[in-house]
């Protein structure tokens, strides 16, 4: 009973929404989203002066509400697992709370530095299998794979990030 009133409460939030659940600003408290209650995925695509902006979003599977709140964990990672250079450094504020109903999504916007802009001996450019993600406050990885990418194995912190990651949002 409680997963049809469950169910029944996602469609109505979807009704009003034209169709899309979409993350709230948390009322009550529900548990932490974990990482085996989450779909990942790249969303939205969008370039600029020499990074590429790619959603990340998080997309609750689970039976029950989760919440999500802060900065995913982002890095390059080769195919063996390995990471790729330093991880995501992070911008902006740390958001509110979201409570992400079944079928709900938050998103996290990730820039991902062109390597080329770096200098090559610092960057020692290396080619990449996609990106390890963390859900905020989990320890548990997600992975998203991407096709011809590359991350800088060096250290180019001096010269700016390779990757940044912004707060969840809905």
Do not use: I
């Not at 610092?122 to 905020?136: A, F, L, M």
């Amino acid at each position: 009973m409680r997963r049809v009133l469950a169910t029944a409460a996602v469609v109505a939030a979807m009704v009003g929404t034209g169709g899309v659940a979409v993350a709230q600003e948390a009322g009550a408290q529900a548990a932490t989203c974990r990482s085996v209650d989450l779909d990942v995925a790249f969303g939205r695509v969008e370039g600029a002066a020499g990074t590429v902006h790619r959603e990340v979003v998080f997309t609750n599977r689970g039976l029950g509400a989760c919440v999500l709140r802060g900065f995913p964990g982002v890095s390059y990672v080769d195919s063996n697992g390995g990471r790729v250079g330093a991880a995501a450094v992070r911008v902006g504020e740390r958001g509110p709370l979201l409570t992400l109903p079944h079928g709900a999504a938050a998103v996290s916007d990730v820039g991902f530095a062109r390597v080329d802009n770096f200098d090559p001996d610092v960057c020692r450019k290396t080619p990449v299998w996609g990106v390890r993600v963390y859900p905020p406050d989990e320890t548990t990885p997600l992975y998203l794979a991407m096709s011809d990418q590359y991350g800088c194995a060096g250290d180019v912190s001096a010269f700016g990030a390779q990757l940044t990651v912004a707060s969840v949002r809905s």
